[in-house]
């Protein structure tokens, strides 16, 4: 399988490359017909955009990530399901993990999302967490 390029996308939609990364990323001013050309384009030429690549671009990820102290509680419950709705609002992805009071786990959780690069974090700490972890 071949990997197909921005330029070959442009191409066969009479476009700058410019002009696709804009539709991808749902930004600029792009009319509706040259949007709907670029899509098919898209979807002809088999596209798969690599949000990984796009990721390591931008230092920076569609990834929140949601630690919680005790999964068990039904207030988290209620709450994660209203920061799911709001990120995928958003196009954001949520993460979930659960730390059970320890911070050992906590510190991993976070090391991983910083390695990750992602967006942003909500954390529900742990009752032995110092202040100076925040």
Do not use: W
């Amino acid at each position: 399988m071949t990997t197909v390029t921005l330029a070959q996308v442009a191409e066969r939609a009479g476009v700058s490359t410019a002009t696709v990364s804009m539709v991808l990323r749902n930004r600029g001013r792009i009319s509706q017909a040259t949007r709907e050309r670029v899509l098919k384009a898209l979807d002809d030429a088999g596209y798969v955009y690599n949000q990984t690549a796009a990721n390591l671009r931008n230092r920076s990820s569609n990834q929140v990530g949601l630690l919680l102290h005790d999964i068990t509680n039904p207030f988290y419950g209620e709450m994660t399901a209203g920061l799911s709705h709001e990120m995928e609002r958003h196009d954001l992805l949520l993460f979930l993990a659960n730390s059970e009071e320890s911070g050992e786990r906590q510190q991993k959780f976070v090391d991983s999302l910083m390695r990750n690069n992602a967006c942003g974090m909500v954390l529900c700490a742990a009752r032995e967490t110092p202040a100076s972890f925040f």
